[in-house]
């Protein structure tokens, strides 16, 4: 199983797919702001997320940058789940572009 880069406006479509958001920034990032409906994903919570997420729903991984979220996008499609995507330019595009669709809190 691979995993695909997508750029900020890609993520839309997957979005409305019902795709689940993962952000593995820092927790205080994450909860300063996150995409709309994004969950943090931590290794504490990681393989809960893995027994608990039907694995055909697609999955979009966030980072900072779009560095790291490869490297996560790369696990969860290893651990078998058939649509994972990292998200070119991170939460800091996103949160340029469509500032709109961010949210604080956990």
Same mark, same amino acid.
């Given at each position: 199983m691979t995993?695909?880069?997508?750029?900020?406006?890609? =993520?839309?479509? !997957?979005?409305?797919? $019902? =795709? =689940?958001? +993962?952000?593995?920034?820092?927790? +205080?990032?994450?909860?300063?702001?996150?995409?709309? $409906?994004? !969950?943090?994903?931590?290794?504490d919570n990681v393989q809960n997320f893995i027994d608990n997420t039907e694995k055909n729903q697609p999955i979009i991984v966030c980072c900072y940058h779009g560095n790291s979220s490869k490297g996560a996008a790369e696990y969860l499609a290893s651990q078998g789940f058939k649509e994972v995507c990292s998200l070119n330019g991170g939460f800091s595009q996103w949160s340029a572009m469509f500032p709109d669709q961010c949210e604080t809190g956990n």
């Open positions: 995993y695909t880069c997508i750029d900020i406006t890609d =993520a839309l479509p !997957i979005i409305e797919n $019902n =795709a =689940a958001i +993962v952000d593995i920034r820092d927790l +205080v990032s994450f909860q300063n702001s996150h995409m709309t $409906n994004a !969950i943090s994903l931590t290794n």
